[in-house]
C-alpha cells in the first residue's frame, strides 16, 4: 500500500487503548502547566551525561503525531534486539501474518511402489521454519508452538508409506550455506546456533550444544519419528536436493507467523529472527540469505518512507554491533503499524508487555504493565527500548530509546521513568518539545 493510498486506520489505537479498557475507568490526569514537560526532562537529564543517545518519543493525537522528547532521534546507532521489531515488520509485510512454513518429505517420480513401499530415498525439503522441533524440545525451548516432526511422520504414515528403502536425503538449500550472521563476532555461536534451510530443534544437541550439521541431524531426528510412527526406513541420511518432480508423501505446517513472532519477541529469540531474516529474502526475494533478507527490510521500508539515510542493516536479531537504526526510524515503523491494522496490530501485541518475557523484572507497576507493549535490547555498551504505551485517558503514544553507554541500569531506568510517566498521563497535556 502506497502512503498516498493509505486511508487513517483506528484499529491500531484501539489495539494500544486496550489497558485503559482493561484497567476501567480513570479520571483525566491533572493537567500539566504550560512548558511542563516531564518526559523531556527525563532524557535531558540522562542525555547529559551519556550523549550517545537516539531518541523519540510520539503522542499520536488525532491530529497528527507531537513529539514529547527526543534527543537526535536520527541519529542510526546499534540498536540490539530492537532490530527484531524491524524483522517482524519485514517478515509480515513479505508474507502476511497467517504465512505457514510447509516442511515437506517427497518420493522420487515412480518410486512409490504396491504397499507403500519407496524404492530409493526420500527427500526432506526445508521451508525455512524456525520451529521445527521434536514434540519434547517444542515442550521445553518453544512455549509448545513448534512445529512437530512426529506430525510429519504421521502423516507420511496416514497417506499410506510403510518402507523407505533407500535412506534420507535432506534439502537445506532455500537457504545459503552462511551459518552466522554476517560480522559476528564467534563466540555469538553460543548465542545463534548455525542457520540453516531446515532447522530442528533450532538445531540444538540433545545435550546443549550445537549440532555439526543442520541437514544431518534433521534427516536422523526424521528417521526416528517415522519408525516410531511405523515406518520401516534402511539407507543413509545425506544432504543434497530434492528429486525434480517428486511427489509428496507427507508435510507439516507450522503456526502461523504472528504465533510465531509471539515466541521471538517474547523471549528475543535470536536464532528465530536470523532464520526469519533468511526467510525474507528467500520468499520476498528469491535469495535465501541475510544480505537479501536486510536489504528487501530496507527495500520495504524506504518505499514507505520511514528509513532514514544513515541506517544499515547487518542482521536480523541485533547482535551485530554494526546494525545502525535511528529511533525515527523505529517510531516509523510503530507508526507504519498504525496505518496498516491488518499486519501492525500483530506486530505490537508480539511485544512483551510490563513483566512478561524480557520485561518480566521490569514496567511491572500497575499504572503501567498492562498499558505498554515494548521490545527490549541489550548488547555490550548499548541498552534500548522500543513500542507503544497507553495512558490511563487512552492517549497512545510510540516511543524509541537507543542507548549507547557503561551506565546500562541508569539507561534502563530512564527508560523506564519516561514510559512510566506517559503511562499515568504526564505527558496528555504536554506541550510538544522543541
Same mark, same amino acid.
Given at each position: 500500500?502506497?502512503?498516498? *493510498? ?81 524483522? *517482524? ?5 513479505? &508474507? ?99 542457520? *540453516? ?25 526424521? &528417521? ?101 537504526? *535511528? ?44 498499558? &505498554? ?45 519516561? &514510559? ?15
Amino acid at each position: 500500500m502506497t502512503r498516498a *493510498s493509505r486511508k487513517p486506520a483506528r484499529a491500531f489505537l484501539a489495539l494500544v487503548a486496550a489497558g485503559a479498557v482493561a484497567g476501567g475507568a480513570h479520571a483525566a490526569p491533572a493537567p500539566v502547566p504550560p512548558g511542563d514537560n516531564p518526559v523531556s526532562s527525563v532524557i535531558e537529564a540522562f542525555g547529559k551525561k551519556n550523549p550517545t543517545l537516539s531518541v523519540l518519543v510520539e503522542r499520536l493525537d488525532p491530529a497528527g503525531s507531537v513529539t514529547i522528547a527526543s534527543w537526535r532521534p536520527q541519529t542510526a546507532l546499534a540498536p540490539a534486539s530492537t532490530m527484531k521489531i524491524i524483522t *517482524s515488520a519485514a517478515a509480515l509485510m513479505t &508474507v502476511g501474518p497467517d504465512f505457514r512454513f510447509t516442511t515437506r518429505l517427497e518420493a522420487a517420480p515412480d518410486s512409490v511402489g504396491p504397499g507403500g513401499i519407496v524404492s530409493g530415498p526420500v527427500y526432506l525439503i526445508g521451508a525455512g521454519d524456525p520451529m521445527l522441533a521434536t514434540r519434547a524440545y517444542s515442550r521445553s525451548g518453544l512455549d509448545g508452538l513448534g512445529t512437530p516432526l512426529e506430525d510429519l511422520a504421521r502423516n507420511v504414515r496416514e497417506t499410506g508409506t510403510t518402507r523407505i528403502t533407500g535412506g534420507v536425503v535432506v534439502d537445506e538449500t532455500l537457504f545459503d550455506r552462511q551459518r552466522m550472521g554476517p560480522l559476528w563476532k564467534s563466540s555469538y555461536r553460543w548465542e545463534c546456533p548455525p542457520l *540453516s534451510g531446515i532447522a530442528t530443534n533450532q538445531n540444538r544437541a540433545t545435550n546443549g550444544s550445537n549440532v555439526s550439521s543442520p541437514a544431518i541431524a534433521a534427516g536422523q531426528r526424521l &528417521v526416528a519419528a517415522l519408525r516410531q510412527a511405523g515406518v520401516k526406513v534402511s539407507g543413509p541420511v545425506r544432504a543434497g536436493r530434492d528429486a525434480p518432480g517428486g511427489e509428496v508423501i507427507g508435510q507439516v505446517r507450522s503456526k502461523p507467523l504472528a504465533r510465531i513472532l509471539d515466541f521471538m519477541n517474547a523471549h528475543s529469540d535470536n536464532f528465530t529472527a536470523e532464520i526469519l531474516t533468511k526467510d525474507v529474502g528467500a520468499y520476498g526475494a528469491g535469495n535465501g540469505s541475510t544480505a537479501a533478507g536486510t536489504r528487501r527490510a530496507e527495500e520495504l521500508l524506504r518505499r514507505e518512507g520511514v528509513l532514514t539515510a544513515s541506517d544499515d542493516f547487518i542482521d536480523g536479531s541485533g547482535l551485530s554491533h554494526s546494525n545502525r537504526l *535511528s529511533a525515527t526510524t523505529l517510531v516509523g515503523v510503530l507508526k507504519e503499524a498504525q496505518a496498516n491494522p491488518d499486519w501492525g496490530d500483530v506486530l505490537v501485541r508480539s511485544l512483551p508487555q510490563g513483566g512478561e518475557g524480557t520485561l518480566v523484572r521490569r514496567l511491572k507497576g500497575p499504572a503501567v504493565r498492562n498499558r &505498554v507493549h515494548a521490545k527490549t535490547g541489550y548488547i555490550n555498551g548499548v541498552a534500548s527500548l522500543a513500542g507503544t504505551v497507553t495512558s490511563r485517558s487512552g492517549t497512545p503514544y510510540a516511543f524509541a530509546f537507543l542507548m549507547h553507554t557503561a551506565d546500562i541500569g541508569g539507561a534502563q531506568r530512564t527508560m523506564d521513568k519516561a &514510559v512510566t510517566l506517559l503511562a499515568t498521563g504526564r505527558a496528555d497535556t504536554a506541550a510538544g518539545a522543541s
